[in-house]
């Protein structure tokens, strides 16, 4: 039990267009997601923190304008990249909280974004 | 990293031999918890250590933990090819509302 899907795997984009991600949790109902981001060789970066039904909680230094952050669901949250650029190509990886109290996290296999 | 670091950041063994990595974090927590990577996927958890514990076991893995230090540390005994990937500690507060990472450590294992 307990699995985070997210799609796409891999995705390649022009500057300027707009990716979405999607992150869901296949059999257990998720009411807090995690976004994070890993550059090549590094560890990862909290984006912001999903909350179903409200907004979005963004680490420092985040552009919530460009990393929309939408969380309808409780086993549904997406991360839209807006206007990407060649700098915003990285592997996204979303993690949804496990059962109540456990602290466990679940982890999506990641998306790879290349932004040509 | 946004919490700590981990040391060493790469280590390289022959299989059969223990692992051991060490990670470092910043802030007062509620668990700290392990997880391995293998390239270019998702994170498997593998143990948590909740504050209040010093040491647990599960399987070939011994995790530590001293809260005084801020620090924690992982072994892997007998280690296998397999056990081949990049090894993450990741911290979070008393409402599991934010999770943190080090800086992570790449394991390679040598048959």
């Known amino acids: 039990g307990a699995v985070v899907s997210q799609h796409p795997s891999r995705v390649i984009c022009k500057s300027g267009t707009s990716v979405k991600i999607e992150c869901r949790s296949l059999?257990?109902?998720?009411?807090?997601m995690f976004w994070y981001r890993q550059f090549p060789k590094q560890s990862l970066m909290l984006m912001a923190t999903s909350n179903e039904g409200s907004k979005a909680t963004y680490e420092q230094g985040v552009e919530k304008d460009k990393f929309l952050i939408n969380h309808a669901s409780l086993t549904l949250s997406t991360l839209t990249v807006t206007s990407a650029h060649p700098e915003d190509s990285s592997f996204y990886i979303c993690?949804?909280?496990?059962?109540?109290?456990?602290?466990?996290?679940?982890f999506g296999e990641g998306s790879r974004l290349t932004v040509l | 990293s946004q919490q700590g670091e981990e040391d060493p950041q790469a280590l390289s063994i022959q299989e059969g031999e223990n692992a051991t990595m060490n990670c470092s974090y910043k802030?007062?927590?509620?668990?700290l918890q392990w997880y391995r990577q293998n390239s270019g996927r998702g994170l498997v958890h593998l143990i948590l250590i909740r504050s209040n514990e010093r040491e647990k076991h599960s399987g070939r893995l011994r995790v530590t933990l001293d809260t005084s230090k801020k620090s924690s540390s992982l072994l892997i005994t007998a280690s296998r090819a397999a056990d081949t990937a990049s090894y993450f500690c990741?911290?979070?507060?008393?409402?599991?509302?934010?999770?943190?990472f080090g800086s992570g450590t790449k394991l390679n294992v040598k048959p």
């Open positions: 802030t007062s927590i509620n668990n």
């Open positions: 059999d257990f109902q998720a009411t807090t």
């Open positions: 993690s949804a909280s496990g059962l109540a109290g456990t602290g466990e996290l679940f």
């Open positions: 990741a911290t979070s507060g008393y409402n599991f509302n934010k999770f943190y």
